[in-house]
């Protein structure tokens, strides 16, 4: 039940406290005949009894156990049998039996495939099963997306490819949320399904711990109020399920065991009054822990409905007998149906402002382990996300022959929660890596030819795929001519980066703006044959900005590229007008915030936790193993053993240092498998830390989960901060709960959290520290002072959570994964606004991008535009370009989809979270738009037709006024938090 046996699901294992009395008084049973075959299955919620809301559906995982190809097909059933064609085949036929019969589906990805296969007959069928509500779409993204993992462009993305299949089809929005699986839930899952139009969200995980408390107080479903910023806009009720699969001994699927309706008396084993009694009873257990009188049966679970004949007739009967038994009211029903009954039941409901991480599901056993698997697929996701962005701004200004639409396909699939959250099989991240290169390389011909066209150079622009592995040809097999590079920026600003580029160490080169003039650079020599190139590149606003790579010419030119080579130390102090880092004994000791003079004891260090084998010798969770879902150090076995981390080595650090004009770099080798550079650019307000961790060694038998960690004088009273998918901040206490009182059995693992784009930690009144992060992490504040972040682990072991293998990802050579990235730390105080924060952080998210086109005469002549932005003026510094995109694919041919985020909270920052105003028809240079509407999130439907259920709730209302949008003049005031959407025509 659940991801197959994902979880140790609780709906027959909880022993629940005592509970209310349940309202309604249950009526004695009536007698009834058996009328074998003859059933009458119509019905709906009624008053007087309690209201069973039979949901037939089906939890089809994009890619798990197999591949995305492989469920859909049918195909490699030695793993898994599941074939996603033959459920969508024959549920359509049950439907078309009985029209009282109804069936829920979520995943596009795979509906879309089977659509485009049907005959118009059958696709009219459909639409008909659509139109009388006997089929409904809950959810309708591309896939049910994972909520720890995915960054919130991401999340958007998914959910409008799979809901502008379904407007263009057949003309809907989804209603619903339906998130049965995911293993943790954000507010941002919330606020975004809220934007969509959503009224409800409903989910089969939340913590045991939680879930004991909520079905004893009757409390298993509540309004979420997810962004204090935008208030009471985007509260949503969220119902906690018990699991997704059908209460115990109904489970009618052909590979199911449990017993049948058997009604026909000329045969043995006649067992209708026995199976209604069973169900009521079960019907019972549910009531007492729902607060009305309805409660929801999920009728199937992974990959059910192969043969649909088996459920429906099976749940035909037990409708038909249930309701003659009268005792309670069943009848067919979908989440959306059971949503409105919630709201007419006419209540005030509890509410919850948190967030549903970490989830547990037993005493040990945190699902907080996936928040940093497979690091370097969650790398590359973050990496095609700023991608597409830059392949979708190219192809609306220039016909390339060329689509951003597989990229947009593979980012939908690489969202689902057994994707970017690392839980899949080895072949199948593999698979999601294929699918995302080739959208990468169709999105890479869109900007080839983007970039020939606009800049009117005759040459083949490319991309170095292993720049953060110093690897890429173009840069360094310069010889005598020259290397013409575009720098692509997606951001809706004007910036300004350094940039790094690998060339040779025995050429001296010189780098030019568009205009001709020598960018003065400098290299970082490492006695190697490669060596760094520095410089500083100023790209504007949704546009690219042309450098060019060539041999120094004359003496004059050699002047503007200095050499800088490494050199031991052991001790070192570098600084920028912003900081000053002293090290001692090779490694971080103190950092001077000159901004406002304060310095704080600030140490870094690396360190593993040994992964728990499952062996233990205690009866409590014996055999619960760190793996791929969980994250369980060893530490939780064997209160003896040391509660932090090893050391990588037992050794100091060996340290060499350069300074440059651009930047001042200290080198750090930790051990054979684990070293970081520390950099202070010249008038950057951040401190940058590249790191390489890899392979992990694995010869002595440990599982490792490998921390980089800072410990500081900070008083921070136990309180962190971590980012919700990119936007609201959500307050964390260690060993804390707010909604219940936590009995704390994992104190490393039961305090981890998400970290997507940054994690904090402040003393009030004193200095704050902000770590930004380059992809999704785990991360933690186990003690005052201190943050750690998880970048990788592998894994000897399985978790028993389904997937059935170890997380030991062996990398291109056979030896180990190796991976690379970012960390950007702001230090500052808590007084001091957050502007910098939100750079450090966008830069990461959105870093430029490079394309090469090499020349083989001396220079690279550019008879277009050498600089060109997308925009007219570049928006206000506190709105993201979320999106700007021609939706021709699922639109009109001349709609334009155009986002605008907010990028900070209500009272984050005193200039930056005032309301920003932007004027959409100035806001593309080569675009004029007739008129544009205001739309939900996802642009299916005008939100001036949006209906909500409004939710009363026990606690104040939080009222905000959204941004104003004036049709006629086309300018949009946008508040913090928000995100506007709007479906733009062209002229």
């Keep these: 039940q659940g991801t197959g046996e994902h979880n140790t ?490 940039v790094r580029l690998p060339v040779s160490s025995s050429q001296k080169l010189v780098v030019k703006d568009s205009t001709g003039a020598i960018v003065p650079s400098d290299v970082i020599a490492d006695g190697s044959q490669t060596s760094t190139l520095v410089f500083k590149a100023s790209v504007p606003a949704a546009g690219y900005s042309a450098y060019t790579l060539a041999k120094a010419a004359t003496p004059q030119e050699n002047v503007f590229t200095s050499t800088h080579t490494l050199k031991a130390a052991n001790d070192a102090v570098v600084e920028n007008s912003f900081y000053k880092l002293t090290f001692v004994n090779g490694v971080l000791s103190s950092a001077l915030d000159k901004t406002s003079g304060k310095t704080v004891q600030l140490k870094q260090s690396w360190a593993w936790y040994n992964s728990s084998t499952g062996n233990v010798a205690r009866d409590e969770n014996q055999g619960q193993a760190s793996g791929a879902y969980i994250f369980r150090p060893n530490a939780t076995e064997n209160v003896l053993m040391a509660d932090k981390p090893f050391p990588v080595s037992q050794s100091a650090p060996t340290l ?83 909604t219940w009182k936590l009995n704390v059995t994992d104190p490393i693992s039961g305090n981890y959290y998400p970290v997507n784009s940054m994690i904090q930690m402040k003393q009030p009144g004193g200095a704050r520290l902000t770590v930004c992060v380059d992809r999704s992490q785990g991360g933690a504040s186990l003690a005052n002072g201190s943050i750690e972040l998880m970048p990788h682990r592998r894994l000897l072991h399985d978790d028993s959570r389904g997937v059935g293998e170890p997380l030991n990802e062996t990398g291109v050579t056979g030896n180990g994964l190796v991976t690379t990235g970012i960390y950007r730390l702001v230090l500052d105080t808590d007084t001091q606004d957050t502007a910098a924060i939100h750079d450090a952080a966008q830069g990461l998210t959105f870093p430029l991008l490079p394309a090469f086109a090499s020349h083989g005469q001396r220079k690279a002549v550019v008879q277009g535009a050498a600089q060109w932005s997308a925009l007219k003026d570049a928006l206000p510094e506190n709105v993201h370009l979320l999106t700007v995109q021609d939706n021709s694919f699922y639109g009109k041919s001349q709609e334009v989809v155009v986002r605008l985020a907010h990028l900070y909270e209500t009272g984050e920052d005193a200039k930056m979270s005032q309301p920003a105003t932007v004027q959409l028809n100035s806001l593309l240079k080569s675009v004029t738009f007739s008129n544009c509407t205001e739309t939900t999130l996802t642009a299916n439907q005008e939100y001036a037709n949006m209906k909500r259920l409004d939710w009363k709730i026990d606690t104040a209302a939080r009222p905000v006024t959204r941004g104003a949008f004036d049709a006629a003049t086309l300018t949009v005031t946008v508040k913090p938090m928000e995100i506007r959407t709007f479906s733009c025509m062209k002229k």
């Excluded at 109804?102 to 696709?123: D, H």
């Design 9 to 498: 699901m609780f709906s027959r294992a909880l022993l629940l406290c005592a509970v209310a009395a349940v309202a309604l008084a249950l009526p004695s049973p009536k007698e009834y005949k058996l009328t074998p075959g003859h059933y009458n299955t119509k019905g709906g919620p009624v008053n007087d009894k309690i209201n069973v809301h039979v949901v037939p559906h089906t939890h089809d995982d994009v890619g798990w156990l197999k591949t995305v190809d492989e469920y859909f097909m049918g195909l490699n059933n030695s793993i898994q049998n599941a074939g996603v064609q033959y459920i969508l085949d024959s549920v359509m036929v049950a439907l078309e039996q009985n029209p009282d019969r109804k069936f829920i589906y979520v995943e596009i990805a795979f509906f879309k495939r089977w659509w485009e296969q049907q005959t118009s007959e059958m696709q009219d069928k459909v639409k008909t099963f659509v139109k009388n509500g006997q089929l409904e779409f809950i959810n309708g993204g591309w896939c049910m997306s994972d909520e720890a993992a995915p960054y919130y462009v991401d999340m958007v993305d998914q959910q409008t490819l799979g809901h502008q299949f379904l407007l263009h089809n057949f003309g809907i929005a989804p209603k619903t949320g339906w998130q049965i699986d995911p293993f943790g839930h954000s507010n941002t899952m919330g606020t975004l399904f809220a934007m969509m139009g959503m009224s409800s969200w409903f989910f089969g995980r939340i913590d045991y711990q939680d879930r004991q408390v909520r079905e004893a107080s009757m409390n298993t479903e509540t309004v979420m109020r997810p962004s204090a910023s935008l208030g009471d806009n985007v509260n949503i009720l969220a119902g906690a399920l018990r699991g997704y699969g059908p209460p115990g001994g109904f489970n009618w699927d052909i590979f199911s065991s449990d017993t049948p309706m058997q009604d026909d008396e000329r045969l043995e084993d006649v067992n209708i009054k026995s199976r209604v009694d069973d169900f009521v009873n079960a019907v019972m257990d549910y009531n007492k822990v729902y607060p009305t009188n309805n409660v929801m049966f999920t009728m199937g679970s992974d990959f059910q409905y192969q043969g649909a004949n088996h459920w429906f007739k099976n749940m035909d009967a037990l409708i038909h007998y249930v309701n003659l038994d009268g005792r309670v009211n069943a009848f067919y029903s979908t989440p959306t149906v059971y949503t409105q009954s919630l709201y007419a039941a006419g209540r005030t409901w509890s509410h919850k402002d948190d967030d549903w991480f970490p989830y547990a599901d037993n005493k040990h056993a945190f699902w907080t382990g996936y928040f940093t698997s497979r690091p370097a697929l969650k790398a590359y996701v973050r990496a095609n996300s700023n991608y597409l962005q830059a392949c979708r701004q190219m192809e609306l200004q220039v016909n390339t022959g060329h689509s951003s639409q597989t990229l947009w396909n593979a980012m939908g699939l690489a969202q689902h929660h057994d994707a970017v959250s690392g839980t899949e099989k080895q072949h199948v991240a593999y698979d999601y890596a294929r699918h995302l290169s080739e959208g990468a390389a169709e999105c890479a011909m869109v900007i080839d030819v983007g970039l020939q066209k606009m800049m009117q150079v005759n040459a083949t622009f490319t991309r170095c795929l292993f720049l953060n592995e110093s690897i890429c040809p173009a840069t360094t097999n310069v010889g005598d001519g020259s290397v013409l590079m575009a720098l692509y920026n997606t951001l809706g600003q004007a910036r300004s980066e350094f």
């Design 656 to 738: 060499t240092v350069t300074t440059s004009a651009s930047v001042q770099e200290v080198h750090q080798v930790f051990s054979p498998w684990v070293s970081q550079v520390t950099r202070l650019y010249a008038d950057k307000k951040f401190i940058e830390a590249e790191f390489t961790v890899g392979p992990i060694p694995f010869q002595d038998g440990l599982g490792k989960e490998i921390v980089s960690v800072w410990d500081s004088d900070l008083q921070t009273q136990s309180v962190f901060y971590t980012d919700s998918n990119g936007r609201d901040m959500q307050r964390r206490q260690i060993n804390y709960r707010p």
